[in-house]
């Protein structure tokens, strides 16, 4: 099974973690969280992000959920994985709540095929309803092809 480890800006990481206590009923197994303070040292934050890793890692990889890409949670996410992890990684940014509830049903699957899928629920997660409720658009915007035109769920 796949460890997850959220980094993020504090507090987002642990407001992440406490919405999905909420949702599931508990914080699973094999999920991490690393808050990554505005003055903390980015060679700190990469050691604490790998020793994340390495707790929530079963063998079969981590997955690394970050808040914005290109920030520094981003780039020592991007860095712990790159520096004597030696086990299967992937970051995916942008994370949002749907995102990390979809990952924590996807924890099965390969690393390989995880990403997409992730990218996919945060994405769908996104919904403008405007001013009628979801159940009444008869609107999309994506085409008939398009694998975000019937996929509801997250």
Do not use: Y
Not at 31 to 38: G, I, M, S, Y
Not at 60 to 72: C, K, R, Y
Not at 93 to 118: D, H, K, Q, T
């Amino acid at each position: 099974m796949l460890g997850l480890v959220l980094v993020a800006h504090a507090p987002f990481g642990d407001a992440i973690a406490q919405c999905v206590k909420h949702v599931m009923g508990s914080l699973p197994d094999g999920l991490a969280v690393v808050d990554v303070l505005a003055d903390d040292d980015i060679d700190h934050s990469v050691q604490r992000i790998q020793d994340a890793a390495r707790q929530v890692n079963t063998g079969e990889g981590v997955v690394f959920l970050t808040d914005l890409f290109g920030a520094t949670p981003s780039n020592a996410a991007v860095r712990a994985g790159a520096e004597s992890l030696n086990m299967p990684t992937v970051l995916v940014s942008g994370c949002n709540l749907p995102m990390v509830l979809r990952a924590l049903g996807f924890r099965g699957l390969p690393i390989s095929e995880v990403a997409e899928r992730l990218v996919m629920g945060g994405r769908n997660g996104i919904v403008s309803t405007g001013a009628t409720a979801p159940q009444r658009q008869t609107f999309n915007p994506a085409k008939n092809d398009d694998s975000a035109r019937n996929h509801h769920q997250q």
